[in-house]
């Protein structure tokens, strides 16, 4: 297992786009929105753990009053792979949008 995690200033609205993974968005008085990234395998070597953990990118930025966070997943088969984002945002928000992204199949 391996964690990413951040802050963003405040923002109105909140966009996050993934490859995969379970996405919690919940409200708390705070001043800025916090993410947390659990990225979890299921192998058994720590070789092949470190490749598949290194294979999903997360990034996050801010462009005026839209927040983003991103996880881009490079690796090929992500059956023994699975990300969970847990997102904290003030009350402040106004919307928060979800994108999945779905790989064509050949």
Same mark, same amino acid.
């Not at 963003?8 to 990234?37: C, F, H, N, W």
């Not at 720590?46 to 881009?72: K, N």
């Not at 904290?88 to 992204?101: I, T």
């Given at each position: 297992? +391996?964690?990413?995690?951040? /802050?963003?200033?405040? /923002? ?29 395998? @299921?192998?058994? /070597? ?8 290194? +294979?999903? @990118?997360? /990034? +996050?930025?801010? @462009?005026? *009053? ?16 699975? +990300? ?9 928000? *106004? ?12």
């Amino acid at each position: 297992m +391996a964690e990413t995690t951040g /802050s963003l200033p405040k /923002s109105r609205v909140l966009r996050v786009v993934t490859d995969m993974g379970a996405v919690r968005v919940q409200g708390r008085e705070q001043p800025a929105i916090t993410y947390t990234i659990r990225k979890l395998v @299921h192998v058994s /070597s720590e070789q092949s753990a470190r490749r598949l953990l290194e +294979a999903f @990118h997360v /990034s +996050a930025s801010q @462009h005026g *009053d839209q927040a983003t966070i991103e996880g881009s997943w490079e690796g090929g088969n992500t059956r023994k792979f699975s +990300a969970e984002f847990s997102i904290v945002v003030p009350p402040q928000l *106004d919307s928060a949008k979800l994108k999945l992204r779905v790989a064509s199949s050949p």
